[in-house]
């Protein structure tokens, strides 16, 4: 079986409500996909548990102001991916 490595995080575009996060997808393909956030000074945790076709994740627990970094892990046959580097957004702050 070729080796699976980190997942390669693509872009992560903040909008007032919501994160959109894109990758490339793992050859071959796992059995699913976990996508973790971190905010602030918190450690990440779990926020996602994804079919092994999905390419992208909107994230709507957000809020204005805040920065979030996110990483995407792969889980196949009882092993999990490298957690590859962070992407960290800031959400625009709504205007009054």
């Not at 092994?52 to 805040?66: I, K, M, N, P």
């Not at 979030?68 to 009054?96: E, L």
Request: overall charge positive; hydrophobic content about 40%; proline content about 6%.
């Amino acid at each position: 079986m070729k080796r699976l490595l980190a997942v390669l995080l693509l872009s992560a575009s903040a909008f007032a409500h919501s994160v959109t996060l894109t990758w490339k997808p793992v050859n071959p393909l796992p059995e699913h996909y976990i996508v973790y956030r971190a905010t602030g000074d918190e450690a990440a945790e779990e926020i996602a548990e994804l079919p092994a076709t999905s390419t992208a994740f909107v994230d709507r627990d957000v809020s204005g102001g805040g920065q979030y970094c996110y990483t995407v892990q792969w889980v196949a046959r009882g092993q999990s991916g490298y957690v590859g580097k962070p992407i960290c957004v800031t959400i625009p702050r709504d205007k009054k």
